[in-house]
């Protein structure tokens, strides 16, 4: 059943706001991985961010789509908890400094299984449309499966069109450009400077109107 | 006037024509895709393939009922209006007014829909310009006040109050044309308007090479502009007379109207995108760039279309 709601979700619903009410202009598609395992590195502006990174993909990948979301936030039961474990597909991981235990290893546990990561490296939307620092967990996972692809994605527009704070989405033409696949390296900190350093490269090629 | 399908016989004359030069036009890209080497004409069978999706929008909405048709031209207008605000620098404050923006277009369709000229006429270049200053000014932020109102107020005229004009012209032409209806005006015009864009665009390749706007759009040349607007002015002195009320001789000057206001709305389109620093105004039609890229002939050329002949045809 939530398997059924959760494909009609995103085949109907997401497919719709995202392609008639938003429009996104996508560079380097074919660049997307084809199949799991995979890690999909995005800037976070929105809530929309998600949605739409999902619907790049066919939806055959759908059950193999797993956003990794904060437990604090997503997972606390509830209409909402429901929607974000059964709908969206969240994984949820414990943020903070992970003293009790490795807090990625259910992550890990989903790419051994061959699934598809989405994964905001800056932990949180922030100011929209204004990149923040990346933390290191997207470092840790990398380095700790270094088989696996990391693909570093930088979004434009879906922070106007749905801000933090607003439930109102504003018809605005979003730009995502995929960057070239990045593998994990010994150094987990080495890692997140790369992936840092390749989406500032994928921002600085667009053309980005001001907004202030 | 006679019907096909509560269709005038001669807009789907006209329909079997546009459909009969496509293929022909497709039939030569293919030859030479196949003659020519790999990947060389990649961008032209882009656009053909991109013409054949708007055509083939374009005719079974126009075709299919008169709600349907408006709903579709009022489509244009928001996917034109969401380029727009989406490449100009905005401000975050101003996000309801945005709201506002789009709430304009089912608005103003509606008029056309109704047939309600006075309202329509004023609509957007009196209340909606007077509104839009209003909600900003009351938001009470001063700073890039003027240039957030002004683009915001000048991409609505152009892309929504111009861009009706075609609905208008569907809905109002009924009373006047009786050789082919609203839907006759309307085909005329848009058929000639995107003729006239490939026209100018094959004369300039094959024969251009002194400059009109050297600094706005490079590519556009006199050779390409007088040819272009001579190869539209003998079409529609060859078809007006099928589609509008008008004899050869007024729809050859109809046709130097829609060719001429095509060109300058090309321009002035290329003006915004060079200020802004883009080639395109977006990536929603492989080969073509934007929907802005290819309507914004027609942000001229169909209110200058229908003054023209509202001026001379109704009484």
Redesign the interface.
């Known amino acids: 059943m939530n398997t059924l709601l959760r494909f009609l979700f995103f085949a109907v619903l997401v497919r719709a706001v995202v392609l008639i009410w938003l ?1 996104l ?2 560079r380097h598609r074919e660049r997307l991985p084809e199949d799991g395992p995979a890690i999909i590195a995005a800037n976070h502006n929105s809530h929309l961010d998600t949605m739409a990174l999902m619907s790049l993909f066919p939806l055959k990948l759908l059950p193999k789509l797993r956003p990794v979301a904060a437990a604090d936030y997503f997972d606390t039961g509830g209409f909402w908890g429901w929607f974000a474990k059964n709908i969206i597909g969240i994984i949820p991981v414990k943020r903070g400094s992970g003293k009790e235990g490795n807090p990625l290893e259910p992550c890990e546990r989903a790419l051994d299984r061959g699934e598809i990561l989405i994964i905001f490296p800056e932990g949180s939307r922030g100011e929209p449309e204004a990149m923040q620092a990346f933390k290191k967990g997207i470092g840790h996972l990398a380095t700790a499966r270094r088989k696996v692809p990391v693909v570093p994605v930088f979004m434009y ?1 879906l922070g ?1 069109a749905m ?1 933090k704070g ?1 439930g ?1 989405i ?5 730009t995502v450009s995929v960057g070239e696949l990045l593998y994990g390296k010994p150094s987990y900190d080495a890692f997140v400077k790369e992936l840092g350093a390749s989406m500032t490269a994928l921002a600085k090629q667009e ?1 980005l ?4 | 006037m006679t019907m096909i399908w509560g269709i005038p016989t001669n807009v789907v004359y006209a329909t079997a024509g546009i459909y009969a030069f496509l293929i022909a036009a497709s039939g030569i890209v293919l030859a030479l895709e196949w003659r020519g080497p790999e990947g060389k004409y990649q961008e032209l069978a882009d656009r053909t393939r991109s013409w054949w999706w708007m055509i083939g929008a374009f005719t079974l909405a126009i075709l299919l009922n008169r709600t349907v048709s408006i709903v579709f031209l009022g489509f244009i207008s928001f996917l034109a209006l969401k380029e727009y605000l989406s490449l100009i620098p905005t401000r975050r404050i101003d996000r309801g007014v945005l709201f506002f923006a789009y709430l304009s277009i089912p608005i103003q369709y509606y008029w056309a829909a109704i047939d309600w000229y006075n309202m329509f006429i004023v609509f957007i270049p009196v209340w909606m310009f007077l509104f839009f200053a209003v909600v900003m000014t009351l938001k009470g932020e001063t700073n890039g006040y003027l240039r957030a109102v002004g683009t915001l107020t000048w991409g609505v005229m152009l892309t929504v109050f111009g861009l009706s004009h075609m609905a208008m012209l569907l809905v109002a032409g009924n009373a006047v044309n009786p050789v082919a209806g609203g839907v006759g005006l309307l085909f005329f015009l848009v058929v000639l308007a995107q003729f006239n864009d490939v026209a100018q665009y094959c004369w300039g390749k094959l024969l251009g090479r002194h400059k009109v706007t050297p600094k706005v759009s490079p590519k556009k040349t006199w050779e390409g502009l007088i040819g272009g607007v001579a190869t539209t002015i003998a079409v529609s002195a060859l078809i007006g007379p099928y589609l509008t009320p008008m004899g050869h001789l007024w729809s050859a000057l109809a046709g130097g109207v829609v060719s001429l206001a095509g060109f300058l709305g090309d321009v002035n389109m290329s003006a915004v995108k060079r200020d802004l620093g883009v080639k395109d105004a977006g990536g929603l039609i492989p080969g073509h760039g934007g929907i802005l890229d290819r309507v914004d002939s027609l942000t001229y050329a169909a209110p200058a279309f229908l003054h023209f002949f509202r001026y001379f045809f109704v009484p």
Request: hydrophobic share 30%; charged share 20%; proline share 17%.
């Open positions: 429009g202009n996508v527009g106007k801000p607003s109102l504003l018809p605005v033409n979003c053309k109107p001001e907004w202030e």
